[in-house]
């Protein structure tokens, strides 16, 4: 069964810091990997997709995201944060069906 | 280009009463999901279509709930009875492709008293 964990379920960072958020998966194959984003009261949004080739991959917003398979990893980082950029993030691993992680939520300080 | 449609944004109800919850999809997308958002359970799928055809509903939590897709352009997620449980944010997404990357609307708050 495919599985995402997201162990950050909060973080704040300041205005123009960088940023990480983790992202693990479980999958028997090779994954499709996602990163969507949700702001208060909104659907979510595509930022990024890894599917194969390059493992760094970049995103909407100047989001990037790098797969690890030795790790099992796919992590978002952006190198500077605004203050537009605080909402919750969802990892998701699959293909027709999409597993979704539990969301980290990044809240931004001035 | 209008995105994927959600109607209503939000209903109260109480428990006993049937909701229904409907969805227009991005025109030409072949692919319509169902998505449920609670702060206990994170985002599960509920059903997805493809060519207005189920595919897969073992998400639909009981037989309480029930989908349609009568053509391309329209879907209803119908709670009937309602229970406080339910209350929940619904999502409808829609894509044209069975790779992941999908399309969501605003969502159906749903409170259930």
């Known amino acids: 069964a495919q599985s995402v964990t997201q162990p950050d379920i909060h973080i704040t960072v300041s205005e123009g810091a960088s940023l990480e958020l983790r992202c693990n ?31 760094l991959v970049q995103g909407i917003k100047g ?23 605080a909402a919750e993030y969802f990892c998701a691993v699959g293909g027709e069906k999409l597993t979704f992680g539990t969301g980290t939520r990044l809240t931004i300080i001035p | 280009d209008a995105g994927v449609i959600q109607s209503p944004r939000h209903e109260v109800t109480e428990m006993g009463q049937e909701v229904t919850l409907r969805c ?23 059903i997805y279509f493809n060519n207005n055809v189920p595919i897969d509903d073992s998400g639909m939590p009981e037989d309480r709930f029930s989908a349609k897709m009568p053509n391309a352009s329209f879907s209803t997620l119908k709670i009937q009875p309602s229970e406080p449980r339910d209350s929940a944010v619904y999502f409808c997404a829609s894509s044209t492709t069975n790779t992941g990357e999908l399309f969501f609307g605003e969502g159906s708050r749903l409170t259930v008293l």
């Open chain 2, 24 to 46: 227009k999809p991005i025109s030409g997308h072949d692919y319509l999901f169902w998505y449920r958002q609670t702060m206990m359970r994170g985002l599960e799928l509920l």
């Open chain 1, 25 to 55: 998966y479980s999958y028997g194959a090779t994954p499709y990997l996602f990163w969507y984003v949700q702001s208060p009261g909104q659907g979510l949004q595509l930022l990024l997709k890894y599917f194969s080739g390059d493992t």
């Open chain 1, 63 to 85: 989001f990037e995201a790098e797969f690890k398979r030795s790790q099992s990893s796919f992590n978002l980082r952006k190198p500077s944060v605004h203050w537009s950029d």
